[in-house]
């Protein structure tokens, strides 16, 4: 069994690498201090129980349980965290277990069993219910080829519904995510507006309101050659937020 | 602003002090308004009725400051019987000076010591031109009568008084331990998630450094009694500054070398007094908000110094680059709150809390007056 220890305290990773290792003979567990190494190490190495700790700066542990669900082999994830009431009940559903620092050493042996007892399918079956209570995500991520993709929410310019699925638009390409475009912009309130039925664009990356050929006004954005067509029920508005933005 | 005083005897009787000049004061007072009732009662009023109202203020006066002489001279008693006792004491004596009074004013004018023409001394006539006869019958109902109305209206006038002191000492009472219930309230606590997270830090170092986990120990342990005791009882900057210290260096051991503090307090006075753990909760402020959300980690700025006799400490943190809606929940303003306060419960105006947002950092600049003795500091407020 391959475990990954992610936690923002070297101390705190330290005692936990310890405990697992007195636990079980046969693992050697990884370590990561945050966020995106955890995902980056997961997609090197194939791990089976990630555990994680809640509180992290930049992307915290619930986000990173996101993200990890993406994967075609999400390992089973086990959170840590000192004293979280409200995010207890939030990820009950969603984790094979959490655990209260200071981790006893049975509570983690319980806990790395049921991890080990859970099938894949069984853990794809966990739901992320009501993660992070709306807190918004720093990153947005997809699954490429097996190969999580993550960008980071302040490099996007804008999302824009196409067909059957979303895709944001950063700075270097594009993201296609299998999410709807309600949801990113009740996510992403803050930053974020929706100037269409279609889109929703980062009022930080905007550099202009164009009016083009046929009538119509479209934003354009720094770094990226694309604009977003704004409607004209949204115009108002838009206009407005360029003015309290300058 | 009052501070609670500690329970004492004089707070468990219910019944005012009556030698108190305004106390006597307010008996006048209400004795005259009551001698207006009286006059103004009867359906009719005539030329007689104004010296009506002299001969019922004299004897409403006489009634209410004699009651009051003798409750003021047996306050000491009293106060060591429960209230109960206390008010059927003082309602007995209210009824029996009335009594005695009715009788010697009644005395005094059947004998022609005082001159009375027209109704009674203490209650007008209830009706016109019996009075003259009256006075003359002592041994008449006029005389029983006369006795009963002076007794009834006494003995309501006197429960309501009673009722109204006892009242107003159950209001004092309960804002009292209100008051003292917000003090204790705002008492700072410590971060439930610190107290774990810094256990865990113990838990890990016991194994690998346990001398490192000794100290921290000791400091959790310093900053709990701290936590634990007295709100209301203000410590010298020395010593609060002493807590911050001790708290910074739990958290040094969690955060590593994401955590970087800086002190320019040589100017402070290191005596000035101020409320105990009003400091502390601004550095965990500066921990939670400024390091903790922080990749990269930030710095902690401690400084302050005495200008006109008066006090500025200034606590500030670097902010973190991350954007602002990852920013840390709860309890943000609380906290900052709280101290202002406190150091307003404690100093009362002279206190400030200003905090200056700018784009890299986050300060609160406290100032307050030097005061260095408990006891003038008290007074001063």
Request: charged letters at 20%; zero cysteines; a neutral charge.
């Given at each position: 069994m391959k475990v990954l220890i992610v936690d923002d305290e070297p101390l705190a990773r330290a005692r936990l690498y310890r405990l697992v290792t007195e636990l079980e003979d046969d693992i050697v567990p990884e370590e990561a201090g945050n966020g995106p190494e955890a995902l980056r190490r997961v997609q090197e190495n194939t791990v089976d129980v990630v555990l994680l700790d809640i509180r992290m700066p930049g992307m915290d542990g619930i986000e990173v349980a996101r993200h990890l669900k993406h994967l075609d082999r999400a390992p089973a994830v086990i959170f840590t965290t000192a004293y979280d009431s409200h995010a207890l009940q939030a990820f009950e559903a969603s984790a094979v277990d959490y655990l209260l620092k200071p981790i006893r050493r049975g509570r983690l042996k319980e806990a790395l069993e049921r991890a080990r007892t859970l099938t894949g399918r069984q853990i794809d079956a966990?739901?992320?219910?009501?993660?992070?209570?709306?807190?918004?995500?720093t990153h947005v991520s997809a699954s490429l080829k097996g190969?999580?993709?993550l960008v980071p929410v302040a490099d996007v310019r804008f999302f824009r519904a196409e067909h059957k699925y979303v895709v944001a638009r950063y700075a270097h390409g594009e993201l296609v995510l299998d999410e709807a475009l309600s949801a990113l912009e009740e996510e992403f309130k803050q930053g974020f507006m929706r100037v269409h039925r279609n889109a929703l664009v980062a009022l930080a990356h905007v550099r202009g309101l164009q009016k083009h050929a046929g009538g119509g006004y479209r934003l354009r954005f720094d770094g990226i050659e694309d604009a977003v067509e704004v409607s004209r029920r949204c115009l108002p508005d838009v206009r407005r937020a360029l003015k309290e933005r300058a | 602003?009052?501070?609670?005083?500690?329970?004492?005897?004089?707070?468990?009787?219910?019944?005012?002090d009556f030698c108190a000049l305004r106390m006597v004061f307010a008996i006048v007072l209400v004795g005259q308004l009551l001698a207006f009732v009286v006059v103004l009662a009867p359906t009719r009023l005539s030329a007689d009725s104004w010296r009506d109202m002299a001969y019922s203020s004299l004897f409403i006066q006489w009634v209410g400051l004699s009651s009051a002489a003798i409750l003021c001279f047996s306050r000491r008693w009293l106060k060591r019987v429960n209230n109960a006792q206390a008010g059927f004491f003082s309602y007995s004596i209210v009824i029996l000076v009335t009594l005695v009074l009715s009788e010697v004013g009644f005395w005094l004018v059947v004998n022609g010591v005082v001159p009375v023409e027209a109704s009674?001394?203490?209650?007008?006539?209830?009706?016109?031109?019996?009075?003259?006869?009256?006075?003359?019958?002592?041994?008449?109902?006029?005389?029983?009568?006369?006795?009963?109305r002076n007794l009834g209206i006494s003995a309501i006038v006197s429960a309501v008084a009673l009722r109204y002191f006892y009242v107003q000492h159950q209001w004092k009472t309960n804002l009292e331990s209100e008051h003292r219930a917000r003090i204790?309230?705002?008492?700072?606590?410590?971060?439930?998630?610190?107290?774990?997270?810094?256990?865990?830090?113990?838990?890990?170092l016991t194994r690998s450094d346990p001398a490192l986990a000794e100290e921290v120990t000791e400091d959790l342990a310093e900053l709990f009694r701290v936590?634990?005791?007295?709100?209301?009882?203000?410590?010298?900057?020395?010593?609060?500054?002493?807590?911050c210290r001790q708290y910074l260096h739990i958290e040094k051991q969690r955060l590593g070398d994401r955590i970087a503090d800086r002190w320019a307090i040589d100017e402070l006075p290191s005596a000035a007094l101020i409320p105990g753990l009003s400091l502390q909760p601004l550095v965990e402020n500066a921990v939670y908000h400024g390091i903790e959300p922080a990749t990269d980690g930030g710095v902690i700025e401690i400084s302050g110094g005495e200008e006109d006799a008066r006090v500025w400490i200034r606590i500030a943190n670097s902010r973190p680059r991350e954007n602002t809606n990852n920013s840390r929940p709860g309890g943000n303003q609380m906290a900052q709150e709280n101290v202002g306060q406190r150091m307003r419960a404690f100093f009362g105006d002279g206190a400030e809390l200003q905090v200056k947002e700018g784009a890299s950092e986050y300060a609160v600049e406290?100032?307050?007056?030097?005061?260095?003795?408990?006891?003038?500091?008290?007074?001063t407020r």
């Open positions: 966990l739901e992320v219910t009501d993660p992070g209570a709306g807190k918004a995500r190969d999580l993709k | 602003m009052n501070r609670p005083n500690p329970a004492s005897a004089e707070d468990t009787l219910f019944l005012p009674s001394f203490a209650v007008p006539s209830y009706g016109q031109g019996i009075a003259p006869a009256m006075v003359t019958f002592i041994k008449t109902p006029q005389h029983f009568e006369l006795l009963l204790q309230a705002l008492q700072s606590r410590i971060r439930p998630h610190f107290l774990f997270n810094s256990m865990n830090t113990i838990a890990a936590s634990l005791g007295d709100a209301s009882v203000p410590v010298p900057l020395s010593r609060e500054l002493e807590v406290l100032r307050f007056p030097l005061v260095t003795d408990y006891v003038t500091g008290a007074r």
